[in-house]
């Protein structure tokens, strides 16, 4: 009997994205996303997740790692019956939605941001639904601020089909980023204007030599500088904001402390130490509750795989790692040599070692 | 010939087919129970199209066939020993069999794309008993090892050890072999040689032997053909050590075979994956890379308050901007 309810609702759960008709399709999710019912993830799937989880979570056991990769498949389930929710409602059910089931924390921060003379800049990882968290902060600075919001065109990242429908419908003032050359400079100039951005700077996973490495979940992740450099060109007020399930069709966007700028009066140094804050705040929050990060099926991907940061700031154990890392690198780096041969006899010089 | 009843009756059709029904459900099992082994990087589609100029869906099926005959090689010799796997091999192979070459007084180099045929080149010489060296890549590792008996002189081995062994009385009549598609030297021990579509880096592995007075063969496949052959290098060198001309003529001419090989057969490569690796391209994407990990760990480092002091760390993050700056654009940037 139970095998045969779960069937059903499967079926019905294949039905959800295909039905013809939107209001239909919107309140089946409805009722699937209060339901809390989640149907089994493909095992290879369930595998790979288990792989970036274990990368990130080195001490955790087998079982632990199972059920974190579990409750992401049933988070990611959540979230694309809440997009369907909010792509398929009308814009008095999108808002409706946005105010009863999306509880604010850290509201402080956004009415700081509100209220704030100068541009901000919120910032996102993939994690959770930040389309949601976008909904919400649009609604909260109708007649303060205008939102201007980056996204991937759909040909570039599949998941974002619907997202500029979505923002058009919900809030008509909202002007939607698609990120190329152009994207960048109306978002420099919307900051100039003093509104609000919205970006989601997890998304490179750029080997062209124009990323930068910085570190996250103990190892260096590529990452592009493009949401510090906003922040520090713009002068723009930088703040976190993660939205996501907390069971049974309920949300949370939280928002915490606006990250303070660094001034080390070099303008790439500043961008690298911001980019490694924000990815630091990622990082934290991922930390914390780490089902609803989309990207851990391709963390293995992200990262540079053999490059392991030192736990603790001994200066000891971070003289082996990079003497292990510039063994490592020479291969690769023929030319390179006398420099790299120079800078571990600079970092072995007695001085170093009292 | 048919399968037989413990009687000696010919068994009936089915009952003929079931030993190889089971072998394939054998095989399927071992596939799905093991499908990470050493690794040999997926063929990719984007990069079989690239290379060859096909359409998507042509390069497609070609990364499958490629993919399937990747885990047959690597799974084959640990689920049936690798008798049983080279058997199969060469009844698999047979229209596109690589022959072995004739003992020479000299050292023989066989240059050879990692395809099926080379391996069950490579497994038959091994078994033969002959001294044979062979380059030790991840591929060559991967696919190779089971098949190299433990007792004889056949063995893995680094470029350096080969050149060692080559330089040293007892080589004549040995057999090397090498992976010219696949293996990169470093230190400036390569060549950029235009290769299936793209500029590629190519080893002077082969050129060097050939100067230490080895015979070079390399897999070709002659106009019109479609099975490889073995060609014996037609670079006379002029006296004993390579001029210039000579090295890139000599390594010109071995990514030609190379390339024939791999567009006549496209499916039978094993290594598509370091086939983009080795791209130009790639490489100086790996140098930037590499620069990159060593900026991002310093600076990483410094943020930790790890005991990095200021003047290293300055004077380290300028030199590999500088570096890194060189090396996006396209000169190396030596140091």
């Given at each position: ?99 009863r089931r999306v509880e604010v924390a850290g509201g402080e921060h956004l009415r700081a941001a509100r209220d704030h003379a100068g541009p901000v800049i919120f910032f996102s990882a993939h994690y959770g639904l930040p389309a949601l968290a976008c909904l919400r902060i649009g609604l909260e600075l109708a007649g303060h601020k205008r939102v201007n919001t980056f ?8 998941a974002n089909a619907g997202y500029q429908e979505l923002m058009e419908k919900v809030l008509p003032d909202v002007n939607t980023l698609p990120g190329d050359g152009r994207a960048v400079k109306a978002g420099l100039q919307a900051l100039r204007r003093g509104e609000a951005l919205t970006m989601q700077p997890d998304v490179y996973d750029n080997r062209d030599g124009t990323a930068m490495l910085v570190p996250f979940l103990g190892r260096l992740t590529f990452a592009m500088g493009g949401t510090a450099f906003f922040a520090l060109r713009g002068k723009a007020m930088l703040v976190p904001v993660y ?112 | ?335």
């Amino acid at each position: 009997m139970t095998g045969d309810a779960i069937n059903w609702i499967a079926l019905l759960g294949r039905l959800v994205p295909s039905a013809r008709h939107p209001r239909a399709r919107a309140a089946a999710a409805r009722a699937l996303l209060r339901s809390g019912w989640t149907p089994p993830a493909p095992a290879a799937r369930m595998r790979a997740v288990e792989r970036g989880l274990r990368i990130a979570f080195p001490d955790a056991g087998d079982a632990a790692v199972r059920e974190m990769a579990r409750r992401h498949a049933r988070s990611m389930v959540s979230f694309g019956l809440a997009r369907a929710v909010l792509e398929c409602g009308t814009r008095e059910e999108v808002v409706d939605f946005c105010a009863r089931r999306v509880e604010v924390a850290g509201g402080e921060h956004l009415r700081a941001a509100r209220d704030h003379a100068g541009p901000v800049i919120f910032f996102s990882a993939h994690y959770g639904l930040p389309a949601l968290a976008c909904l919400r902060i649009g609604l909260e600075l109708a007649g303060h601020k205008r939102v201007n919001t980056f996204y991937a065109r759909p040909e570039d990242n599949a998941a974002n089909a619907g997202y500029q429908e979505l923002m058009e419908k919900v809030l008509p003032d909202v002007n939607t980023l698609p990120g190329d050359g152009r994207a960048v400079k109306a978002g420099l100039q919307a900051l100039r204007r003093g509104e609000a951005l919205t970006m989601q700077p997890d998304v490179y996973d750029n080997r062209d030599g124009t990323a930068m490495l910085v570190p996250f979940l103990g190892r260096l992740t590529f990452a592009m500088g493009g949401t510090a450099f906003f922040a520090l060109r713009g002068k723009a007020m930088l703040v976190p904001v993660y939205c996501y399930d907390t069971g049974r069709g309920r949300f949370q966007a939280r928002f915490d402390a606006p990250l303070p700028h660094p001034d080390t009066g070099n303008l790439d140094d500043d961008v690298y130490a911001l980019t490694a804050r924000i990815f630091a705040s990622m990082e934290a929050q991922i930390r914390a509750v780490p089902e609803h990060w989309a990207y851990w099926e391709s963390l293995p991907g992200r990262l540079l795989a053999d490059v392991r940061l030192p736990p603790s700031p001994a200066p000891e154990l971070w003289r082996d790692a990079f003497r292990s890392l510039s063994t490592r690198c020479r291969a690769s780096l023929p030319g390179a040599e006398g420099f790299l041969s120079e800078l571990e006899a600079r970092l072995a010089a007695p001085e170093l070692h009292p | 010939m048919h399968a037989t009843s413990p009687s000696g009756r010919p068994l009936r059709r089915p009952l003929r087919l079931a030993p190889l029904l089971l072998e394939s459900l054998a095989r399927a099992r071992v596939l799905r129970r093991a499908p990470e082994l050493p690794a040999l990087a997926a063929p990719g589609a984007e990069t079989i199209a690239r290379a060859l100029g096909v359409d998507m869906q042509a390069a497609r099926a070609l990364a499958a066939r490629a993919a399937r005959h990747q885990r047959e090689v690597l799974l084959d010799p640990r689920r049936a020993g690798p008798a049983a796997a080279l058997r199969r091999l060469r009844r698999e192979t047979a229209a596109g069999a690589l022959p072995a070459p004739a003992p020479d007084a000299r050292a023989t180099v066989l240059a050879l794309p990692l395809t099926r045929a080379a391996v069950a080149l490579v497994a038959g010489v091994a078994r033969s008993g002959r001294t044979l060296r062979v380059l030790r890549t991840v591929a060559s590792e991967a696919c190779l090892r089971p098949f190299l008996p433990a007792d004889g002189d056949a063995r893995l081995c680094t470029a350096a050890e080969l050149l060692a062994h080559a330089r040293a009385a007892r080589s004549g009549g040995a057999t090397y072999v090498t992976f010219p598609e696949h293996y990169l030297a470093g230190g400036g021990a390569s060549r950029r040689v235009s290769f299936l579509g793209g500029e590629h880096l190519f080893s002077i592995l082969e050129a060097v032997l050939l100067a230490r007075g080895a015979r070079l063969l390399a897999a070709d496949v002659e106009e019109g053909a479609r099975a490889p052959r073995l060609r014996e290098c037609p670079v006379g060198l002029a006296s004993g050590t390579l001029a210039a001309g000579e090295l890139d003529a000599v390594v010109g001419w071995v990514a030609g075979c190379a390339q024939r090989v791999i567009a006549a057969d496209p499916a039978e490569l094993l290594t598509w994956g370091a086939v983009e690796r080795h791209s130009a391209e790639a490489v100086l994407r790996a140098r930037v890379v590499s620069l990159g990990s060593l900026q991002g760990f310093l600076r990483a480092w410094k943020a930790e308050g790890a005991g990095l002091p200021d003047e290293v760390y300055g004077w380290s993050v300028a030199e590999l901007e500088r570096l890194r700056a060189a090396a996006r654009a396209g000169q190396g940037g030596a140091a």
